[in-house]
T-cell receptor
Framework: DTGVSQDPRHKITKRGQNVTFRCDPI?????LYWYRQTLGQGPEFLTY????????KSRLLSDRFSAERPKGSFSTLEIQRTEQGDSAMYLC?????????????FGPGTRLTVL | SQQGEEDPQALSIQEGENATMNCSYK?????LQWYRQNSGRGLVHLIL?????REKHSGRLRVTLDTSKKSSSLLITASRAADTASYFC??????FGAGTRLTVKP
């Protein structure tokens, strides 16, 4: 357990529904990352926050995806009008200001299944 | 798009044997990292090697980096059943490969 928590751990939804995931990073970690991982593949970068500012977004993050970190602590990732291709594990990671560069602590992930 | 690519995709060995996994990448890097992921879980950071380092050790792990060949290897010595997991390399811009699935049979 790295100290990064994600909720829910599993989500099953029907195509077209909206879903929202939450990530609680380690306390005082100012950097927060979202990744998507499909079966048999490595994680793919989605977006990155430093405090409340969203500094980078992957082109994978279509207009149906939105992420927020309003107070610089927890973050939410929302997917609107879900499609079957959105089925994946969504991973959150965080890093503190004094951690070695490029070292991230990953949460357990939220597994999304779109029927 | 993914940057690192691991080889082999799957590896099955007996407990006590050594396991070697390779990673190739495409662009210049500041460092390269290796992560482990148990089935259905998040990733655990194992080791980071900087671009000016050629070899690094941590316990039973040995990582090498050849920037001229844009490749890295992860060696796990005296493997244990608990080492069964997927292993990923990631470049300094956090682009991951598809991973090597390691199975250690007791």
């Amino acid at each position: 357990d790295t100290g990064v928590s994600q909720d829910p751990r599993h989500k099953i939804t029907k195509r077209g529904q909206n879903v929202t995931f939450r990530c609680d990073p380690i306390s005082e970690h100012n950097r927060l990352y979202w990744y998507r991982q499909t079966l048999g593949q490595g994680p793919e970068f989605l977006t990155y926050f430093q405090n409340e500012a969203q500094l980078e977004k992957s082109r994978l993050l279509s207009d149906r995806f939105s992420a927020e970190r309003p107070k610089g602590s927890f973050s939410t990732l929302e997917i609107q009008r879900t499609e079957q291709g959105d089925s994946a594990m969504y991973l959150c990671a965080s890093r503190g200001p004094w951690d070695p560069p490029d070292t991230q602590y990953f949460g357990p992930g939220t597994r999304l299944t779109v029927l | 798009s993914q940057q690192g690519e691991e080889d082999p995709q799957a590896l099955s060995i007996q407990e006590g044997e050594n396991a070697t996994m390779n990673c190739s990448y495409k662009t210049s890097i500041n460092n390269l990292q290796w992560y482990r992921q148990n089935s259905g879980r998040g990733l655990v950071h194992l080791i980071l090697i900087r671009s000016n380092e050629r070899e690094k050790h941590s316990g039973r792990l040995r990582v090498t980096l050849d920037t001229s060949k844009k490749s890295s290897s992860l060696l796990i010595t005296a493997s244990r059943a608990a080492d069964t997991a997927s292993y990923f390399c990631a470049t300094s811009d956090m682009r991951f490969g598809a991973g090597t699935r390691l199975t250690v049979k007791p």
